[in-house]
């Protein structure tokens, strides 16, 4: 009797486990530039290594400088029979954000995410191009599954870039949690 109790606890803990742990794949980016005139991307992809070893890569170059008013949208979208809101739709100033940037935690959270892989880790103006390099899907994958842990599902990551209060890029990154 104790052994089956002992086995049935086993199966149990595992199926818990299994229901906490997940895995982050990336599937797509899509990078729209929308006034080539001031910024347009140079490249935009996701790079796999081998199965299990993805990465995105990005770079904006800029061609109105110094750039002084930014704000970026993000929202996170879930596949509902479509890409439908989840969680979280914010607009920041990115650079009172990048002046303090404990001021907001979902902000903070989404810095935590994404800062440390670019160059815009300073305060405005911007005055070069921007970049994302080599975004590991391990660091994503820490972030949703531990730190703040999701359902699995369909995901997409929109945010729209915005100088002097115009659209001038949207960007889509979409992955899968499992």
Same mark, same amino acid.
């Given at each position: 009797m104790n052994v089956i109790f002992g086995l049935l606890c086993l199966l149990l803990s595992a199926?818990?486990?299994?229901?906490?742990?997940?895995?982050?794949?990336?599937?797509?980016i899509k990078c729209e530039p929308l006034d080539k005139s001031f910024a347009d991307f140079e490249y935009c992809y996701i790079k796999a290594i081998n199965r299990s070893y993805k990465y995105v890569s990005l770079k904006v170059n800029l061609f109105k400088i110094?750039?002084?008013?930014?704000?970026? *949208?993000?929202?996170?979208?879930?596949?509902f029979n479509g890409y439908r809101p989840f969680?979280?739709?914010?607009?920041?100033?990115?650079?009172k954000f990048l002046e303090n940037p404990n001021r907001n935690p979902i902000a903070h959270y989404l810095s935590?995410?994404?800062?440390?892989?670019? *160059?815009?880790?300073?305060?405005?103006?911007?005055?070069?191009?921007?970049?994302?390099?080599?975004?590991p899907i391990d660091y994503v994958n820490y972030q949703v599954t531990n730190v703040l842990p999701f359902p699995t599902g369909d995901y997409a990551a929109y945010t729209s870039w915005m100088a002097y209060d115009i659209n001038?890029?949207?960007?889509?990154?979409?992955?899968?949690?499992s």
């Open positions: 199926t818990k486990v299994a229901e906490i742990s997940g895995h982050v794949e990336f599937t797509n110094p750039v002084t008013k930014v704000k970026v *949208n993000f929202a996170l979208m879930k596949r969680l979280y739709n914010i607009t920041v100033d990115a650079c935590d995410l994404f800062l440390p892989y670019t *160059n815009m880790a300073h305060k405005c103006p911007f005055n070069h191009s921007l970049m994302m390099d080599k975004l001038r890029a949207n960007l889509k990154l979409f992955f899968t949690l």
